[in-house]
């Protein structure tokens, strides 16, 4: 018995971990490596073809990502998930593509493109906070007419 305690010991800390991870309302770690990157805004056809709204950040034009954004936008899609009880993407769209250059001469990048079903779009720049990224994409969700995120859930 003596010399099963430890690893009994490891495996309950392995155990708390993955219920951890598995069942916490907010996520442990917001990692940027799991952030989908897109080159072209039409790969969100067949990606989010699922969702009812995308985020798509846009990095700085040296394409140096950092946590903080993705701490904001990772908030922001989990309350507004939970909110609306809708399913919404994130994906970083690659410095340097067509699609890139374009909106990045449309406002100041670091910034997000709030997406909704419809295809309407919103650009939200500047101080990146959860705030500023949900009061964006409720105004595409406004600009959005009728049914902006789908089919209500209940309808299907």
Known sequence: LRKLLPW???AAIVAFA???????PMPVTASTSVVPNIEALSELNTLAKDMNAVFVFLPGKDGVLGDSPFKAINNAK???ETR???KIGVFTL??????YEDIAAQMPVPG???VVKTGVKTRIS???TEEKIVA??????ASGGCCPLGEPSDSK
């Open 8 to 10: 009994l010991i490891v």
């Open 18 to 24: 993955v219920y951890r991870v598995k069942f916490s």
């Open 78 to 80: 989990q309350s507004l």
């Open 84 to 86: 609306f009880e809708i």
């Open 94 to 99: 690659k410095p340097g593509s067509p699609d």
């Open 112 to 114: 997000v493109v709030a």
């Open 126 to 128: 500047g101080d990146l």
């Open 136 to 141: 964006g994409f409720l105004a595409a969700v």
